[in-house]
């Protein structure tokens, strides 16, 4: 069982916005800001999306954001495109473990 | 532009050991934090461990730690992942990946390796 909770899948329509949820626990997500999402295609090595919660790292789209309130963290995606069909992955610093993933969010673009 | 270049696909049986080698292209060797993913379909990515380029410090993940071991040759600019007493449960993707902090933020991935543990 993973750490951070996931939604296994999500959908959206060409153009629209999705949000994909991360939840943890006072040990991991909600005890820091060192939230970190990735988008994994099959047969390439992952993506860094976002770090530090909110951070986008140099070449990455501003249609990715992210927020966290609480325990749970969130990657929108706006203006959804074909391209962006992937499962994408949260990951966290903890307490105990030092770092954590989510199960990972498997996105369709319909 | 930084990459990092992993060793090729690896095909093991069941008890034996694997060493998988991950080099970074650029010439001077700073001191940064580098970790070790697992890719599994079933499981998806699973966080192994980090080693610390500039004094070998090791952080394991528990569901790894006793089984496997990092290692950094700062000479060649090259670190590796020793699994040790494999199962077919570790068949899987491999990758190394740099940190831009020491708390999961990997910037640059290598490419991946293959593992497939079978009899």
């Known amino acids: 069982q993973s750490a951070l909770t996931q939604p296994a899948s999500v959908s959206g329509s060409l153009g629209q916005s999705i949000t994909i949820s991360c939840t943890g626990t006072?040990?991991?997500?909600?005890?820091?800001?060192?939230v970190s999402w990735y988008q994994h295609r099959p047969g390439t090595a992952p993506d860094l999306l976002l770090y530090g919660v909110t951070t986008r790292p140099s070449g990455v789209s501003n249609r990715f954001s992210g927020s966290k309130s609480g325990n749970t963290a969130s990657l929108t995606i706006s203006g959804l495109r074909a391209e962006d069909e992937a499962t994408y992955y949260c990951?966290?610093?903890?307490?105990?473990?030092?770092?954590?993933f989510g199960g990972g969010t498997k996105l369709t673009v319909l | 532009e930084e990459q990092l270049v992993q060793s090729g696909a690896e095909v093991k049986k069941p008890g034996e050991s694997l060493k998988i080698s991950c080099q970074r292209s650029?010439?001077?060797?700073?001191?940064?934090?580098l970790g070790w993913v697992r890719h599994t379909p079933d499981k998806g990515l699973e966080w192994m461990g980090i080693i610390f380029t500039g004094d070998s410090h090791t952080i394991y993940s528990p569901s790894f730690e006793g089984q496997v071991a990092m290692s950094v040759d700062r000479s060649t600019n090259t670190a590796y992942l020793h699994l040790a007493s494999l199962k077919a449960s570790d068949t899987a993707m491999y990758y190394c990946?740099?940190?831009?902090?020491?708390?999961?933020?990997?910037?640059?991935w290598g490419q991946g390796t293959l593992v497939t543990v079978s009899s």
């Open positions: 006072t040990n991991d997500v909600g005890g820091f800001d060192y």
């Open positions: 650029r010439d001077v060797f700073l001191n940064y934090w």
């Open positions: 990951s966290s610093y903890a307490r105990s473990t030092h770092q954590v």
């Open positions: 990946a740099r940190q831009i902090s020491r708390y999961g933020d990997y910037i640059t």
